[in-house]
């Protein structure tokens, strides 16, 4: 069993408080895009990652990217082992009335690995409200990191 350790958006990590701390602007800045965000954009738009793109080309506009962490529950062997926690990448596409969700696990080599079968369902209004679009996605699938989705 696997539990979810933390997840945010990139905008949520990074905003214009976190990178102007102290600072006052008259003008609203653009969240800065982390390192690991940008390792998550990378990924997705990867020439290895060609067909879940293709399943998200032309369907959506806009997504949410986010950074997750795991932790292996209850398994003694991969404890003894000292792979018990996971890092990776999770993507939410979505229009008015529904979403597509993908998820990308780090391997140690730096690869991503797609083992999760993509989620779909409805979309509601009170996850509208709740989810903090981050990418604008391209014709052919690529994202584009946008704050303002």
């Given at each position: 069993?696997?539990?979810?350790?933390?997840?945010?958006?990139?905008?949520?990590?990074?905003?214009?408080?976190?990178?102007?701390?102290?600072?006052q602007s008259s003008t609203r800045?653009?969240?800065?895009?982390?390192?690991?965000?940008?390792?998550?954009?990378?990924?997705?738009?990867?020439?290895?990652?060609?067909?879940?793109?293709?399943?998200?080309?032309?369907?959506?506009?806009?997504?949410?990217?986010?950074?997750?962490?795991?932790?292996?529950?209850?398994?003694?062997?991969?404890?003894?082992?000292?792979?018990?926690?996971?890092?990776?990448?999770?993507?939410?596409?979505?229009?008015?009335?529904?979403?597509?969700?993908?998820?990308?696990?780090?391997?140690?080599?730096?690869?991503?690995?797609?083992?999760?079968?993509?989620?779909?369902?409805?979309?509601?209004?009170?996850?509208?409200?709740?989810?903090?679009?981050?990418?604008?996605?391209?014709?052919?699938?690529?994202?584009?990191?946008?704050?303002?989705?």
């Amino acid at each position: 069993m696997t539990a979810l350790l933390g997840c945010a958006s990139d905008a949520q990590r990074s905003g214009p408080a976190a990178s102007n701390a102290g600072e006052q602007s008259s003008t609203r800045e653009q969240p800065a895009l982390t390192p690991a965000g940008q390792e998550c954009f990378d990924a997705w738009n990867a020439a290895s990652n060609a067909a879940n793109r293709d399943r998200v080309a032309r369907a959506f506009t806009v997504a949410a990217v986010t950074l997750w962490d795991a932790e292996e529950e209850d398994s003694s062997e991969a404890e003894a082992q000292g792979e018990h926690e996971f890092d990776g990448c999770g993507y939410l596409f979505h229009d008015d009335e529904r979403s597509l969700e993908f998820s990308g696990r780090w391997e140690a080599d730096g690869l991503v690995i797609w083992e999760v079968q993509p989620q779909s369902g409805l979309w509601t209004p009170e996850q509208e409200a709740a989810v903090e679009d981050d990418a604008a996605v391209a014709a052919d699938g690529t994202l584009t990191f946008s704050p303002e989705g």
